[in-house]
């Protein structure tokens, strides 16, 4: 119908964060933007693991490319903890989302080591989170908390749904970031 929303996801450089921010901000479009970082899972409790160490296929996939990881102080009021508890900002702790825990086998108290960018961070997880992939929300694999990811390269991604009549608002943010 003409009136169904439209869904973007935007993926921004750091540079034009501030920038897109405003313009969606000024559009009345709420779209919060989040820190988004590559980084490869190479160790689970100080053991390597790649995608031999897994006999599932989708195992082997997760751990052959690098995850999506962020960081926040605060839990995502759309994510739903199932186990544990939200970590500390300060600490090396992680909260993972429980399909990708299932499918690895990783348990609270797990130590995980992500290589982002050369650079290797290892947390605990401390909680599992309920994540709704459908709900046109900025979700992620991993979450940690800003003091071991905030100095890591990273770009922003937001997800948001625009009503048809405001198609305009993406024109306008293209011609001026054609990069997103």
Known sequence: PPDAPNRFVVNIQPDQASAVGAQLSAAGVDAPLH??????????????????????DRAQRLVDREFNLSYMADAPSH????????????????SIEEGI???LGIKLGDALTFDIAGQLVTARATSLRKVNWDSMRANFFVIMPPSLLADMPASFISAFHLPASQVNVTGALLQQFPNL
């Open 35 to 56: 820190p988004m970082i590559r980084g490869r899972l190479i160790e689970v409790n100080g053991r390597k693991v790649g995608p031999e160490s897994f006999t599932g």
């Open 101 to 103: 825990a299932e499918t």
């Open 79 to 94: 994510n739903r903890i199932i186990a544990g508890r939200w970590f500390v900002d300060g600490t090396s702790e992680l």
